[in-house]
Antibody, heavy 122, light 107 residues
């Protein structure tokens, strides 16, 4: 059974760096075809894809966040991470991590965490 | 970026009614199209991938079709548990982009 869980600071101030952790089980990020993606959703709004990291350490970012994103992984501890620098109120959202599997579902997100709520406020 | 135009933004369906939701891509996405269902306060759940492949465990009343730039999700026989928000996602080209969503309610 694949499970993922996001953790983050909850609240942070403008200009700070948001650090999110995705702890997962049921798959390994060292296995061919596996990946973890990050997606966010402001309250009552739609979904925005942020970044992906793959088993071979290939990374992709959404350019709309203008180089503020860094995605990484710790394969030994089954974790993936996302950092967003210089946050502002527009970054207030629920942040999801999700598993991707090229081998079975062509790489789209097929299992999601419960989401971590992040509020940016002074 | 590839724009995904999803329609309608909302709809209301009766029990047993067949429902269709559309996504139009701004360029060919070669069937790299997925559909998700999201219920209030919950994370999205994958329904369809590769335009027409049913994810394991998803009821067969859900189906997907389309190619090129035009895709659709069909629910054959609306059930109460089908209420929620539906999103399409294109995974053809980075940045991946979602449709704006469709809110489906039971009439």
């Amino acid at each position: 059974q694949v499970t993922l869980k996001e953790s983050g600071p909850g609240i942070l101030q403008p200009s700070q760096t948001l650090s999110l952790t995705c702890t997962f089980s049921g798959f390994s990020l060292s296995t061919y075809g596996m990946g973890v993606g990050w997606i966010r959703q402001p309250s009552g709004k739609g979904l925005e894809w942020l970044a992906n990291i793959w088993w071979d350490d290939d990374k992709y970012y959404n350019p709309s966040l203008k180089n503020r994103l860094t995605i990484s992984k710790d394969t030994s501890n089954n974790q993936a991470f996302l950092k967003i620098t210089n946050v502002d109120t527009a970054d207030t959202a629920t942040y999801y991590c999700a598993r991707m599997n090229i081998g079975t579902t062509t790489g789209v997100m097929d299992a999601w965490g419960q989401g971590a709520s992040v509020t940016v406020s002074s | 970026d590839i724009q995904m135009t999803q329609s309608p933004a909302s709809l209301s369906a009766s029990l047993g009614e067949t429902v269709s939701i559309e996504c139009l891509a701004s360029e060919d996405i070669y069937s790299y199209l997925a559909w998700y269902q999201q219920k209030p306060g919950k994370s999205p759940q994958l329904l369809i991938y590769a335009a027409n492949r049913l994810q394991d465990g998803v009821p067969s009343r859900f189906s997907g079709s389309g190619s090129g730039t035009q895709y659709s999700l069909k629910i054959s026989g609306m059930q109460p548990e089908d209420e929620g928000d539906y999103f399409c996602l294109q995974g053809s080209k980075f940045p991946w982009t979602f449709g704006g969503g469709t809110k489906l309610e039971l009439k």
